[in-house]
């Protein structure tokens, strides 16, 4: 599946959008980037599509790729994917002990942008108090619009509050 679009204005050059979601995306990073792509990799590209053209996001970014924007439009995914593992790693106490599900989810939403935003919410789970950072991580202006909106988005905030959740049963 995937959307087509494009359109033309004085101040842009043309974008013609081809945006795969779901596992076509995941099918199409593929034949880009290769062996490189992991599974890990794989639950990103899931979330975020892909594209080799670049359009414009939800907040009207021009973006390629993996939902890849600004400086991180001109890099390849893998090295990006890279990046904000080692930020999001960086923000938790024993980062290796953490379950793989618990660390996708933080990395999803560190490559989103929510994750470093919510200092409170990594100081709570670096506390152990996983209810408590995972209700801080859902008290958020982009969470409430995208469930407003009933976007993806609502869910993908979900899905880390739910995994940071499940710390609290390990």
Do not use: C, H
């Not at 973006?63 to 938790?92: C, H």
């Amino acid at each position: 599946r995937f959307s087509e679009g494009g359109g033309q204005s004085d101040a842009q050059p043309e974008m013609r959008e081809t945006i795969f979601i779901g596992t076509d995306a995941v099918k199409e990073a593929k034949k880009v980037y290769g062996d490189s792509i992991t599974p890990e990799m794989e639950s990103l590209i899931i979330d975020e599509g892909f594209s080799t053209q670049p359009y414009r996001d939800t907040k009207g970014n021009v973006t390629v790729g993996v939902g890849q924007t600004d400086t991180f439009a001109n890099m390849s995914f893998p090295d990006v994917y890279k990046i904000k593992a080692e930020q999001a790693a960086s923000t938790i106490n024993n980062w290796e002990d953490v379950p793989s599900n618990v660390k996708e989810a933080i990395i999803s939403s560190n490559y989103r942008g929510d994750w470093l935003r919510s200092v409170k919410t990594i100081n709570l789970f670096n506390q152990g108090r996983y209810e408590e950072a995972a209700n801080e991580f859902l008290n958020n202006a982009d969470y409430r619009q995208a469930k407003r909106d009933k976007t993806g988005i609502a869910a993908r905030f979900e899905r880390t509050a739910d995994a940071i959740r499940s710390m609290s049963k390990k």
